[in-house]
């Protein structure tokens, strides 16, 4: 994950998206444990690179039912 461009928003559901924006790809390996760990976490993974752009997104989104605090 190094040289990459880390946002995280919440939307009005209260679910957070963790996006990881880097030129090179991501690798993760046994040794990155809490990578892997909040990947383990995650409701949904992404992985997108979008026509005509040089970056790739990396995506963990958690999503928090209403009723949970």
Do not use: P, Y
Not at 40 to 67: K, M, P, Q
């Amino acid at each position: 994950m190094t040289g990459a461009k880390l946002t995280i928003r919440q939307d009005h559901f209260h679910d957070i998206t963790a996006t990881f924006t880097g030129r090179c790809g991501f690798d993760i390996t046994a040794t990155q444990k809490r990578m892997r760990m909040a990947m383990a976490a995650a409701d949904h993974i992404s992985v997108n690179r979008w026509s005509g752009s040089n970056e790739v997104e990396f995506s963990l989104i958690f999503g928090f039912s209403e009723t949970e605090e």
